[in-house]
């Protein structure tokens, strides 16, 4: 049987039964940390933007003009968070936003200029984010990491 560290002190104070549920053994919690870590590290590289703006900006980037339900969907927002932040970028300048000419009731984003210049200065530093939160773990254990948390993320 692997122990962790805590789970191992915590016996050796007497308490052995398989039953004891420590919060420092939980998934929900060490992901919980893990991204406050991240958070950290994305506010002080790109203190301009929230993570969720960002992801939407560099969606917009890589997919082009996209309908705001869809970019919802491909950012993992439901529609509420998805319209807050496009009405933050777009008093930003950082997108422009048209009406779909075959659906007047879909609203259509895409990059302004000013966001596009943004996103191609951030691109480096998203790398740089992405790599400081993943220090202490070698290039195997990253990658390893990453294919486990979208394998847990596929098993919906």
């Known amino acids: 049987?692997?122990?962790?560290?805590n789970r191992y002190l915590h016996m050796m104070q007497g308490h052995d039964k398989e039953d004891d549920y420590l919060l420092s053994d939980q998934i929900g919690?060490?992901?919980?940390?893990a991204n406050q870590r991240h958070l950290e590290i994305f506010h002080q590289h790109l203190p301009e933007l929230t993570p969720t703006q960002f992801a939407l900006l560099v969606t917009l980037s890589n997919v082009g003009e996209e309908s705001q339900n869809e970019l919802g969907r491909q950012i993992g927002i439901d529609a509420a968070t998805t319209n807050g932040v496009?009405?933050?970028?777009?008093?930003k300048a950082l997108i422009t936003t048209r009406t779909d000419p075959n659906d007047k009731?879909?609203?259509?984003?895409?990059l302004s200029d000013d966001g596009q210049c943004l996103i191609s200065e951030c691109l480096p530093v998203a790398r740089t984010i992405s790599s400081r939160t993943l220090d202490g773990l070698t290039e195997?254990?990253?990658?390893?990491?990453?294919?486990?948390?979208?394998?847990i993320q596929l098993e919906k």
């Open 29 to 33: 919690y060490l992901l919980r940390l």
């Open 1 to 5: 049987m692997n122990f962790t560290h």
């Open 105 to 110: 009731r879909r609203l259509r984003i895409s």
């Open 140 to 151: 195997r254990e990253a990658q390893r990491l990453m294919q486990l948390l979208r394998k």
């Open 86 to 91: 496009i009405e933050r970028l777009l008093k």
